[in-house]
């Protein structure tokens, strides 16, 4: 590694650590404590020296994220970002840190996340989230019960009045996501599931029953991004950053101009572009799933099939590798998911998937993926497309 590494912009930037801390069912650890573990197992992939570390992008923890995040992990970062933006946070936040260390702002930033929403639950340290709160725009859906996942429903409702989507076409997500969970060790639930099961299953808003809805779980990750002359010194293969793009929608639903198009449509589109690809050049896909029809719809939007044609490609088992994991509906859902979306497509890319990996027709590694990230209800999306060498 050079002692002074070059500020030079327009420098290439890869993916060279990644990692999760302890996921599932982990009581006995704080979100600082995932924090550091994940950070640490990412650094020791890298095989790199924590010296070389200048950039910190952190959310969802503490008053001043990333501050105290910086302070707890002992750096003392010269560039930072702690865009909040829900799911959609890790994938935005990798694109802003590619940006400055290709301009030369930075040299390595490490991403990095923690939450035991689980086990603060159980121990009754905080509740469920019914609202987002009542306040500014906001005021105008929360007297009438308008939940996260009332919006989603209700989106949902218009794709299927529209296009002629099913009910059993959405419970296929559920289905495949546990099917590729069950050969992932990591995975939180791994026994297999029906489409009958799912529609089975007690009403949470309709049309999502429990199994269209993602599991709640503790966890955390981290990846570390560097400018191109790091990876000679690295650990691993390098995963590049090729192209990101994000977008924002709305709020407020009176605000949304079509429920069945989601953020997803620019940002893919600006990823895909930038990067140089189509989507149908690309081997995977990490998806938010935080409900069934986020991915399908997201499907949809990234141009892996045509608007409305979502619920027949799902039904086509195989088609396209998305949530190679288990997803949010099967692996863990610690919150703000969009983090281990880049650490399962790093792993494909690199071919060390714990459990289901991607092969090509020949046989060999996958070369391309895209992890995109939905935050909110369909308010924001994160797009980011990685590929190796």
């Not at 590694?1 to 650590?17: D, E, F, I, L, Y």
């Not at 929403?117 to 340290?125: K, L, V």
């Not at 930038?274 to 989507?279: E, M, T």
Request: hydrophobic fraction near 40%.
């Amino acid at each position: 590694m050079p002692s002074t590494p070059r500020n030079r912009a327009g420098r290439r930037v890869a993916v060279v650590g990644i990692s999760l801390s302890d996921c599932g069912r982990v009581d006995e650890a704080t979100p600082y404590t995932l924090h550091a573990q994940a950070a640490r197992r990412a650094l020791a992939d890298s095989g790199l020296d924590r010296s070389v570390i200048d950039g910190l992008a952190s959310a969802g923890l503490g008053t001043l994220a990333p501050v105290e995040v910086a302070e707890y992990l002992g750096l003392r970062p010269r560039w930072v970002d702690s865009t909040a933006v829900g799911g959609a946070t890790w994938e935005v936040m990798a694109a802003h840190a590619a940006d400055a260390i290709a301009a030369g702002h930075a040299n390595a930033v490490l991403l990095v996340y923690g939450s035991t929403a689980r086990a603060d639950i159980r121990a009754g340290r905080r509740t469920s989230n019914l609202s987002f709160g009542a306040r500014g725009p906001l005021q105008f859906e929360v007297p009438y019960g308008h939940t996260l996942i009332a919006k989603y429903a209700m989106a949902a409702r218009r794709h299927m009045h529209t296009y002629g989507t099913t009910l059993e076409q959405l419970a296929e997500v559920a289905v495949q996501a546990r099917a590729n969970a069950a050969h992932n060790p990591e995975a939180m639930f791994r026994e297999p599931i029906t489409v009958d099961e799912v529609l089975d299953g007690p009403m949470i808003a309709d049309p999502f029953t429990k199994l269209h809805c993602c599991i709640r779980s503790d966890g955390g990750c981290a990846v570390l991004l560097a400018a191109e002359e790091y990876v000679p010194d690295t650990a691993k293969t390098p995963v590049w950053i090729l192209g990101t793009g994000e977008h924002v929608s709305h709020t407020t639903m009176s605000e949304w101009e079509d429920f069945t198009v989601s953020p997803a449509a620019v940002s893919g589109r600006l990823a895909f572009e930038r990067a140089g690809v189509r989507p149908e050049d690309v081997d995977l896909a990490e998806i938010y799933d935080a409900f069934t029809y986020m991915t399908l719809v997201t499907l949809e939007d990234l141009g892996f099939c045509a608007k409305g044609e979502g619920g027949p490609f799902v039904e086509e088992k195989g088609r396209l590798p998305v949530n190679t994991d288990g997803g949010g509906l099967s692996a863990c859902h610690p919150g703000m998911r969009g983090l281990f979306l880049l650490v399962e497509a790093v792993r494909q890319l690199r071919g060390e998937a714990p459990g289901l990996q991607v092969r090509r027709a020949d046989g060999s590694l996958p070369e391309l993926a895209v992890a995109s990230g939905t935050g909110g209800w369909f308010c924001s999306s994160g797009t980011v497309v990685l590929g190796r060498d």
